[in-house]
């Protein structure tokens, strides 16, 4: 049998652990047209949690279209236009129909058809015949709307915080003009960068405010991740002991990709009776695959900023400021790890609730075995 477990890309089916409260509420939110801002870290499961949605909308056959929209990597209004246009088979996937439609609506662009060349899947081409100008956001927006007359539409913007980086003048305002005009339609921003996210909608005078529901997605808890590790395992007859499931989710502080990662190398190893033993060299082997990526990281940082991460660890994250604390990673002013922390909860790397933490359980981890001196 397959290993069930991925920790890479969108999750389906079986590999699909629980949000069953997410998927209740957002499709309320769906139903009503309502606009929802949905986000997290990485890797917590908002792709993988709207591929869930799109499937129950289907399998209640409720009369909406979806519109998956990957935002990531596109620099400019252009291309996020494009990447709209690009998706509207999702909505008509007869291609001679698709083309006729935009035909009407848009004198300026044309649709094709291409190929794919690593999955060898039919998709849309898209080329702009008089270069770009800022009329055709509304006109394709404007196709939308008209798809949403007949049947209700779904839109994900994925990684929405890539549009912070377009440099076209009014972009925001201009995206925002449109969509409040849209009744039919959910849109759904998806994203992982919390200050960026929360400036473009949560700052009064920026041009989303308030446009959206506002829905952070949590990691999974601890009682939904045993019953649907231990099914997944049954299937292949390998009975797990609760208490190894715990202690893996323990161990990834319950964050969703870091449980799937470890429970895929559990699933491979062939140890006749699993042991903790077997657990701390599935978690080695899980930091040794980052090792890279970690080391990347690292070294992107300021040395104050790599002693703040050390005196996080050092004192769990409180009382950082003692003289004493300071001293054991030779800081020696309070203002050093200020300046030093306000970039790391820019950055993400760094969490703040009543202490502070750093967010990723695994390069936490990475440091304390591979930097600790
Ligand atoms: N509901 C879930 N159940 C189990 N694992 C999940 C779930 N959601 C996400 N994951 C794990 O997290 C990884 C990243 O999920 P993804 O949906 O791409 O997150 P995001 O879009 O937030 O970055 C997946 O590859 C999978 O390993
Ligand atoms: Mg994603």
Redesign the pocket.
């Known amino acids: 049998m397959k290993n069930p ?7 389906k089916g079986d ?5 069953q409260t997410e998927q209740t509420d957002l499709l309320k939110f769906i139903k009503g047209s309502q606009n929802v801002l949905l986000y ?1 870290h ?8 709207i591929y ?1 949605l799109f499937k129950r909308v289907q399998r209640q056959r409720l009369p909406i279209d979806t519109l998956y929209v990957e935002l990531y990597g596109t620099l400019s209004e252009k291309e996020f236009v494009s990447a709209i246009l690009a998706g509207l088979n999702q909505i008509e996937s007869r291609l001679e129909k698709l083309v006729n439609r935009v035909k009407g609506a848009l004198t300026s662009v044309k649709l094709g058809m291409s190929i794919d060349p690593v999955t060898g899947s039919p998709g849309v081409a898209v080329s702009f015949d008089t270069g770009y100008n800022e009329t055709i956001l509304g006109d394709v927006l404007g196709l939308l709307d008209r798809f949403s007359e007949k049947r209700k539409l779904m839109v994900v913007f ?1 990684e929405f915080q890539e549009i912070a980086g377009y440099r076209q003048e009014g972009f925001e305002k201009r995206l925002r003009a449109i969509i409040q005009q849209h009744g039919n339609i959910s849109y759904f921003f ?1 994203g ?1 960068q919390r200050h960026i996210l929360t400036e473009i909608f949560t700052v009064q005078n920026r041009a989303f405010y308030k446009l959206a529901q506002s829905y952070p997605i949590d990691k ?1 808890e601890t009682r939904y991740y045993v019953p649907w590790a231990r099914k997944l395992f049954m299937k292949r007859g390998k009975k797990i002991k609760a208490e190894i499931i715990e202690e893996i989710v323990n161990r990834c502080e319950n964050h ?2 870091y ?3 470890f429970l895929f190398y559990l699933w491979e190893n062939k140890d006749t009776a699993l042991s903790m033993e077997t657990v701390d060299r599935i978690e080695l082997k899980i930091l040794q695959s980052s090792h890279n990526e970690f080391l990347n990281l690292w070294e992107s940082l300021t040395i104050n900023q790599k002693k703040t991460l050390k005196l996080i660890i050092y004192t769990d994250g409180k009382d950082m400021f003692y003289a004493n604390a300071l001293q054991t990673v030779d800081l020696y002013a309070g203002s050093q790890v200020t300046r030093s922390l306000d970039k790391l909860l820019r950055d993400d790397i760094v969490l703040k609730n009543a202490d502070y933490k750093i967010q990723d359980v695994m390069f936490k981890k990475w440091i304390q075995t591979f930097l600790w001196k």
Request: glycine letters at 6%; hydrophobic letters at 30%.
């Open positions: 477990f991925s920790y890479t890309g969108i999750v590999a699909f652990c629980n949000r997290s990485r890797r917590y499961g908002k792709s993988s949690l869930q994925d998806c992982s999974i969703p990709m449980v799937q990662q």
